[in-house]
């Protein structure tokens, strides 16, 4: 076979390589046996020298055609295999975004924290200051400063936790009454306070106990203030948590730090007083404890009770929760079954 023919037959083989090259490194390989040194161009290229001088040239023409055009066949194939792979590439990595996104789940406030936010809003409305106090406490605070001496027997009434001989967690928020007396600067108005928080005794866990809950305690202090203010004040929550038509009755009570101490109960928002199971039969639902601050919780934090006096009230948001849901087990609160608590979603 001449040589011409051999390049010929090379080409053509060489063509259908190229053709079959499915993949970038395939299509390498191709060039590198075509066109590299040690390939059959360069070898049929050596032998020209055999040829005749009038053979030569035409023959050398012909190489470098066949040359030229196996690497242009070689260079689009490689820019197809690219392309083609770039769009497989593409097809793979392709982002609708359009498609609904993966719901995140939102989180909300637990429906205890959302009474006392009720609470807290409605009386910072009225112009009461927020206290925040700490959950340890000193037992002079809790206790002493409150008109409940050593050996006092309504201590019984709060199994406390004692964190050092002087120091306990606290078992209500009206520590909060004495700082707050002790700080509060009489000569710029009276004293307006709220102050909710968490308190603990030493209570065992029961459908009604916990040995962790929340208190909200209530104080205002200054001049002229009476009785009537607290049953007015008490009347305004009550309506603005179950119902303007709630209203709202005090019964006397006992409590070491007011004097006279009242319980109040308001209107039972199930049967509006009629009387059923929530209210057993009474029309009432006892809400919370309240006073006429003693003069004695005065007089230790500084406060003249022949000048000021005022009124104070304590109030369970825990209970208040547990009435307006209808839950009958505060354990329910605590366990943080997300199934259980999804139900309170502000957001409806
Ligand atoms: N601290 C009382 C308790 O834990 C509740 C209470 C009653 C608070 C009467 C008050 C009040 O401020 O006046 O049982």
Redesign the pocket.
Known sequence: MGLKDKLTQLRDEGMAEIRNSKDLQKINEVRVKMLGKKGPITSVLRGMKELSAEERPVVGKFANKVRDELTTAIEDRRAELEQAELDAQLAEEKLDVTLPGTPVAQGQSHVIQQIIDQVVDLFVSMGYEVAVGDEVEQEVYNFEKLNLPKDHPARDMQDTFYVTPTVLMRT?T?PM?ARMLEKHDFSQGPLKMISPGKVYRRDTDDATHSHQFN?I?GMVVGKHITMADLKGTLEVVAQSLFGDKLQVRLRPSY?P??EP?VEADITCFNCMGKGCAICKHTGWIEVL???MVHPNVLKMSGVDPEEYGGF???LGPDRFAMLKYGVDDIRNFYQNDVRFLNQFDEKG
């Open positions: 209500q009206s009454q208190q305690e409590f730090f007011t101490s404890g309240a006073g104070a009230f304590g």
